[in-house]
């Protein structure tokens, strides 16, 4: 019986070093990517983006960052946003890096697009990524002119397909 509880008591304070060191590694590795994030300054790894949460300026949720897409020239990169946050289930939306004016704070990054901008953005199905290559224009023009001017756009050639049913 002795001997059982002096096997417990050492599987016990193995157990509890095995833990306090998974701790610890956890602790070390948060420090490593902040001080990174730090010599960095201007800039920020896109390793780190991915499966970020993603936030407005005012701190509302907007979903995660699944992926980061860069066109074959090099040119134009997008953040890929999980839809269903902003009433678009199983859609994924393309954000151009440049309209995102994405800021690291903490454990999100923040960008300067709304709630009711993604809510109009052009997006594809989570399933379907050839469809991005398809809507790449309209995201392009969608952010360019401004979520408000898109809309009217997107609503103007509804009204029109309408007239010409009629």
Do not use: H
């Not at 998974?22 to 780190?48: K, M, V």
């Not at 991915?50 to 860069?70: H, S």
């Not at 939306?93 to 903490?106: E, G, M, S, T, V």
Request: charged share 15%.
């Amino acid at each position: 019986m002795r001997n059982l509880v002096t096997v417990l008591l050492v599987v016990l304070m193995i157990a509890s070093f095995a833990a306090a060191d998974a701790t610890w590694a956890q602790q070390q590795g948060q420090q490593q990517r902040q001080q990174q994030a730090q010599q960095l300054q201007n800039a920020f790894r896109l390793s780190e983006l991915k499966d970020m949460k993603v936030q407005t300026q005012q701190g509302q949720e907007l979903g995660e960052i699944q992926d980061i897409v860069v066109d074959k020239q090099g040119q134009n990169a997008y953040l890929i946003m999980s839809g269903d946050k902003v009433g678009q289930q199983n859609k994924l939306i393309p954000i151009p890096i440049k309209a995102a004016n994405p800021q690291l704070q903490k454990d999100a990054l923040v960008i300067s697009v709304s709630q009711q901008q993604l809510r109009s953005a052009p997006g594809f199905d989570e399933n379907n990524w050839s469809q991005f290559t398809q809507i790449q224009q309209r995201v392009n023009t969608y952010y360019q002119q401004g979520a408000a001017g898109a809309q009217q756009q997107m609503q103007g050639g509804q009204q029109g397909q309408q007239k010409k049913q009629q």
